[in-house]
């Protein structure tokens, strides 16, 4: 009899709205549109800060605002929506997010780009929080695990497509166009979840005090932690990838995009093999990608002295944070299975705010003590997780024949 520690309570009702892998997919294209549109920024901090007459630090704002728009807007929205179907829901934010692209591109002073992020904050945070438990309405039992995963993948491939596509048309026209093509994209995926996604009623009425509650949970709690802690000591590092590259390794403009690529196929690689490893083992899944993450960023100032030592070090660093969401999200969903959606909305707030966080701090290191000070705190973070998932409670442990 070997034990494993089993994520219970994702399997869905016999009953239900089904919308299968087609619907599952769109979902995953939400996700991924939401977390480009939040991450376009990283690959275009220098020519954003040209543009509007703003330090790389400050410029590093934009993430900062969006992250924490949608750290507070993800338990916020969820109870605030009630009843409403999340089909609609869905639809609606990825309207806003929409609009926040366009202001974005539009933006004339640094000003109008805060209200264009703070557009795209709120659309990103509803929408993830949504998105992070709806496989297991989707699609039968013996399916949640691959489907979770794909929703999850949307994130690691807006590494891989995402804000290295816009860094290259940044490059090939500039960085408005960017946000245009990220508008358009949303538009395409808003029809495509009114098409494929079928009607899904609330499943229960969710109270901003419930939500709240769960984090009482010490498997919660603890779960919480470990996505603050790696999230913003990725974020820490990861939002000033660039300027790193450029200072470190002597990366030139043309090959960022190429080396954020790299980081990209890495990360999608990893979530997959995270989404398989967490179904057994969050716990153990989730200290092997903080000791590599701590690891990789801390030797990036170290020996990432040339192009090709930095591209091997984002590789593995691509490949251990791209199963980040979805092995704590699967952490989660395991220490509270009755609340599936209100600990999506804390997973998504967490998370969030650790990236405004992250982006918030790397930007004082980055002004204030230089680039190499940014990469050795984001792994100290990296390291705090480590410990934390080590000593914390996990998941309830099952028993299987």
């Known amino acids: 009899m070997a034990q494993t520690e089993e994520i219970a309570g994702v399997t869905p009702q016999a009953s239900g709205p089904r919308g ?81 692209n366009l202001l974005a591109a539009w933006s004339p002073n640094f000003a109008v780009m805060v209200a264009a992020r703070v557009l795209v904050g709120i659309g990103m945070g509803g ?67 009114a098409v494929l996604l079928p009607k899904l009623p609330a499943e229960q009425e969710i109270r901003l005090g419930g939500v709240l509650r769960l984090v009482g949970n010490p498997r919660v709690a603890t779960g919480l932690a470990v996505v603050a802690l790696l999230v913003t000591g990725h974020f820490t590092a990861y939002t000033y990838v660039r300027p790193a590259l450029e200072e470190i390794s002597g ?3 043309s090959m960022i995009g190429t080396l954020l690529l790299v980081y990209g196929i890495a990360g999608v690689l990893g979530n997959f093999a995270a989404g398989a490893g967490a179904a057994r083992s969050p716990r153990g899944t989730l200290l092997v990608i903080s000791l590599v993450l701590a690891a990789t960023v801390c030797l990036l100032p170290v020996v990432g002295g040339s192009v090709m030592t930095a591209a091997v070090l984002l590789a593995v660093w691509g490949l251990s944070y791209g199963g980040v969401s979805v092995s704590t999200q699967t952490w989660l969903l395991g220490s509270a299975p009755e609340a599936r959606e209100a600990a999506s909305a804390l997973f998504v707030g967490v998370f969030n705010g650790a990236i405004a966080l992250g982006a918030f701090v790397g930007g004082l290191a980055a002004d204030g003590s230089g680039i190499e000070a940014v990469m050795w705190l984001g792994a100290a973070l990296a390291a705090g997780a480590l410990a934390v998932t080590a000593l914390g409670r996990g998941p309830a442990r099952a028993t299987r024949g």
């Open 20 to 100: 299968g892998w087609p619907a599952v997919a769109a979902v995953a294209g939400a996700t991924f549109t939401v977390v480009t549109s939040e991450m376009l920024p990283v690959g275009l901090l220098t020519p954003i800060g040209d543009a509007l007459r703003v330090t790389e630090g400050t410029a590093g704002l934009t993430l900062t605002i969006t992250g924490l728009v949608g750290a507070v807007s993800a338990p916020l929205l969820t109870p605030a929506l009630g009843r409403f179907d999340r089909r609609l829901v869905l639809c609606g934010l990825m309207a806003v997010l929409v609009a926040g």
């Open 127 to 193: 929408v993830w929080a949504i998105a992070a438990g709806l496989a297991v309405r989707l699609v039968p039992g013996g399916s949640v695990g691959p489907a979770t995963s794909l929703v999850f993948s949307g994130i690691a491939v807006a590494s891989v497509l995402g804000v290295p596509a816009g860094t290259y048309i940044g490059e090939l026209a500039d960085w408005r166009t960017a946000f245009v093509t990220m508008a358009g994209l949303a538009l395409l995926v808003l029809i495509a979840l």
């Open 251 to 253: 990366a030139s403009a």
